[in-house]
């Protein structure tokens, strides 16, 4: 089992909708959750961290169910330039190890 | 400032032949990751460096592939010899922390294809 997993997608929105992306993470000890952006044919980049109370970043909004073992990415107002692939990152407690998931991919179409 | 560098940003090469692909760390730096990244199997962590030490190489695929870390400011990931199925990108990423929680800075990557 993968210790990250994430519907690929692509997620199709037209300009202005609300997408929200899940993932899922299987080991109950993870300790830090993360969102990063890669563009086509670009290296990954932090998007946001993922706490615990949930977090928003102007119009992302990322939270965390421990108990379920998912984490949620929420993109509102969605513009053509949030089109990319999202991926979403675990570290388990006391490790300096990142698990990524294969991403989500989300076109936002005019 | 200059972030993580990587070089070549592409490698074309043959069967059998050996490829060494650089990285130099964002500065202050502590810790270093190699990735690599397929369609197939995503982003994958091959080995990571804590201090310019290896702290976890599961995820070398093989004993054709080997990691060095000399310095604090220099990467080497080698694959001797390659086979068309090593085909991707490769990521070297750095973040300021060994204990992990931080952020990782990647490089831009390089495209590795093998005849």
């Known amino acids: 089992r993968k210790e990250v997993e994430q519907d690929p997608g692509p997620f199709n929105v037209p300009e202005g909708a609300t997408v929200a992306f899940n993932c899922t993470y299987s080991n109950s000890a993870s300790q830090s959750f993360f969102w990063y952006r890669q563009d086509c044919r670009k290296e990954p980049k932090l998007l946001m961290s993922v706490y615990s109370s949930g977090n928003e970043d102007g119009r992302f909004t990322a939270q965390l169910n421990r108990a379920s073992q998912y984490i949620s990415l929420l993109i509102r107002d969605s513009k053509l330039s949030d089109s990319a692939t999202y991926l979403c990152v675990v570290r388990p407690y006391n490790f300096n190890k990142f698990y990524f998931g294969s991403g989500t991919k989300l076109n936002v179409k005019p | 400032d200059a972030g993580v560098i990587q070089s070549p940003r592409h490698e074309v090469t043959e069967m059998g032949q050996e490829v060494t692909l650089r990285c130099k760390p964002i500065?202050?730096?502590?810790?270093l990751f190699w990735y690599r990244q397929t369609m197939m199997r995503g982003l994958e962590l091959l080995i990571y460096f804590n201090n310019n030490v290896p702290i976890d190489d599961s995820g070398m695929p093989e004993d054709r592939f080997s990691a060095k870390m000399p310095n604090a400011s220099f990467s080497t990931l080698k694959i001797q010899p390659s086979e068309p199925r090593d085909s991707a990108v490769y990521f070297c990423?750095?973040?300021?922390?060994?204990?992990?929680?931080?952020?990782?800075?990647f490089g831009p990557g390089t495209r590795l294809t093998v005849l």
């Open positions: 500065s202050g730096h502590n810790s």
């Open positions: 990423a750095s973040s300021p922390g060994t204990s992990g929680g931080n952020e990782q800075f």
